[in-house]
Nanobody
Framework: QVQPVESGGGLVQAGGSLQLSCAAP????????MSWFRQAPGKERQFVAR??????GYAESVKGRFTISRDNADGTVYLQMNNLKPEDTGVYFC???????????????WGRGTQVTVSS
C-alpha cells in the first residue's frame, strides 16, 4: 500500500530539538495537503501542523516552537521541533489529505508513525 514514511524520532530532554522527516510518494505529495498528527498514550490522535504550497497551519500548543516545511524537489515534508516539552511525547504521524483539516477522519493516507519521547 502506498503511504508516507516517517523518520527522525527519538529521545530528547525537555528544551531540546528534533527534526522529523516524511517521504511521500510523488502522487501523494504533489496533490495533497501534508500534515503531522501525534498521539500520546491513551489519548486521541491530534493535529499538529499542515502545509500546502505556502499555506501553513499549526495547533495552538506548538505555535512558535514547531516549524513545518516541504521540499518539492524530493517530495519530503519536515517538522522542526524546538523547545520540546514532556507533553510533546507521542507517536508522530505524517498524513496526506485532499482538504486542509485538523480531523483525523478526513485523512486519506497515513504513515506508520515515529516515536518522540521528551524527558523532564
Amino acid at each position: 500500500q502506498v503511504q508516507p514514511v516517517e523518520s527522525g524520532g527519538g529521545l530528547v530532554q525537555a528544551g531540546g530539538s528534533l527534526q522529523l522527516s516524511c517521504a511521500a510518494p510523488g502522487r501523494i505529495f504533489a496533490t495533497n495537503v501534508m500534515s503531522w498528527f501525534r498521539q500520546a498514550p491513551g489519548k486521541e490522535r491530534q493535529f499538529v501542523a499542515r502545509i500546502r504550497g505556502t499555506s501553513i497551519g499549526y495547533a495552538e500548543s506548538v505555535k512558535g516552537r514547531f516549524t513545518i516545511s516541504r521540499d518539492n524537489a524530493d517530495g519530503t515534508v519536515y517538522l522542526q521541533m524546538n523547545n520540546l516539552k514532556p507533553e510533546d511525547t507521542g507517536v508522530y504521524f505524517c498524513a496526506a489529505s485532499s482538504i486542509a483539516t485538523t480531523r483525523p477522519r478526513d485523512i486519506n493516507y497515513w504513515g506508520r508513525g515515529t516515536q518522540v519521547t521528551v524527558s523532564s
